[in-house]
């Protein structure tokens, strides 16, 4: 069965550094998520992307974060200048059709010291 | 602002007992309801869905009430299982943004006893 895939599974990394999150959504998924879940709270909304373009984005998704989609089947998060709060399970999320389910990677577990 | 709540934030249940968990939300625009498992570090795991037009889905042991006019959902699992304990989410979806982005309730860690 097609799955989202994530790679790190786990990243540590140095405050002010840039880090990288990569996702391959399922290969004919046309709608991309980031989310987040900081230890213990609940999963929020980062980011969508259709299109070539971002959709919709929430308040925690401020200058430091871009995505990107740089050649059809990776779907990446950049945070360019890690902050201590960064730390958090980073969760892709893909889907064919607005109409169907959203299927969740593994998630990347950020630990910024 | 918590537009989807999860009051309970555990739960323990006897092996081959019913779990309930409930969920309650703020936005009558939400259209579609979805309950995530969540083992830990691992992403959530789709479980089961409910369509606002729907009160009631099952599958299998799994089944979603919807009750619009109270703003609330519940999942019942029966017969509970010891591999049922996880973290459990529900999610509701929100057209009004246009990208049907997902919010989360904070999720109820589900203990089954053997």
């Known amino acids: 069965e097609p799955e989202v895939t994530q790679t790190p599974s786990h990243q540590v990394t140095q405050m002010g550094q840039e880090v990288i999150l990569r996702c391959v959504p399922i290969s004919n998924h046309l709608y991309f998520y980031w989310y987040r879940q900081i230890l213990g709270q609940k999963v929020e909304f980062l980011v969508s992307?259709?299109?070539?373009?971002?959709?919709?984005k929430s308040e925690i998704f401020d200058d430091q974060f871009s995505v990107e989609r740089p050649d059809g089947s990776n779907f990446t998060l950049k945070i360019r200048s890690t902050k201590l709060e960064d730390s958090a399970m980073y969760f892709c999320?893909?889907?064919?059709?607005?109409?169907?389910?959203?299927?969740f990677g593994p998630g990347t577990r950020l630990l910024v010291l | 602002d918590q537009q989807v709540k999860q009051n309970s934030p555990s739960l323990s249940v006897q092996e081959g007992r019913i779990s309930i968990l409930n969920c309650d939300y703020t936005?009558?625009?939400?259209?579609?309801f979805l309950w995530y498992k969540k083992y830990p570090a691992e992403g959530p795991t789709f479980l089961i869905s409910i369509s606002s037009i729907k009160d009631k889905n099952e599958d299998g042991r799994f089944t979603v009430f919807l009750n619009k006019s109270a703003k609330h959902l519940s999942l019942h699992i029966v017969p509970s299982q010891p591999g049922d304990s996880a973290v459990y989410f529900c999610a509701a979806r929100d057209p009004s943004s246009g990208t049907y982005k997902y919010i989360f309730g904070t999720g109820t860690r589900l203990k089954v006893l053997a």
């Open positions: 999320a893909s889907l064919r059709d607005i109409q169907e389910t959203q299927y």
């Open positions: 992307f259709y299109n070539n373009e971002i959709s919709e």
């Open positions: 936005n009558s625009m939400f259209d579609y």
